[in-house]
């Protein structure tokens, strides 16, 4: 059984990061691509970036591109999303998901994505 778990959400003024980690189990880990995805209150979950299976290929969201980093590490099973200069728009539910196949580059469509965590809360104060 796959499981995802995201960690490292919080609330942050507006200007400053954070990391946001997701710790993966149940499918080996360093054959996929991975994602983040954020929704806020009201609006359509919306791609933020993704990593390939490799970490040889990312992906940005034009809104967080230039201020955020998809990173990961296979050793132990983690995708990590940094995002710097944050902004009161940020403000949504972080997830992350795994690719549905393997050996991918990582894409922006949530319907590529089968497994999903439960999200972690980012709340950026202006």
Request: charged share 20%; net charge positive.
């Amino acid at each position: 059984q796959v499981q995802l778990v995201e960690s490292g959400g919080g609330l942050v003024q507006a200007g400053g990061s954070l990391r946001l980690s997701c710790a993966a189990s149940g499918r080996t880990f360093s054959q996929y691509a991975m994602a983040w995805f954020r929704q806020a209150p009201g609006k359509e979950r919306e791609f933020v970036a993704a990593i390939s299976w490799s970490g040889g290929t990312v992906n940005y969201a034009d809104s967080v591109k230039g201020r955020c980093t998809v990173s990961r590490d296979n050793a132990k099973n983690t995708v990590y999303l940094r995002i710097n200069s944050l902004k009161p728009e940020d403000s949504a539910v972080y997830y992350c998901a795994v690719q549905r196949l393997p050996r991918s580059t990582g894409t922006s469509r949530s319907d590529d994505y089968d497994y999903w965590g439960q999200g972690t809360q980012v709340t950026v104060s202006s």
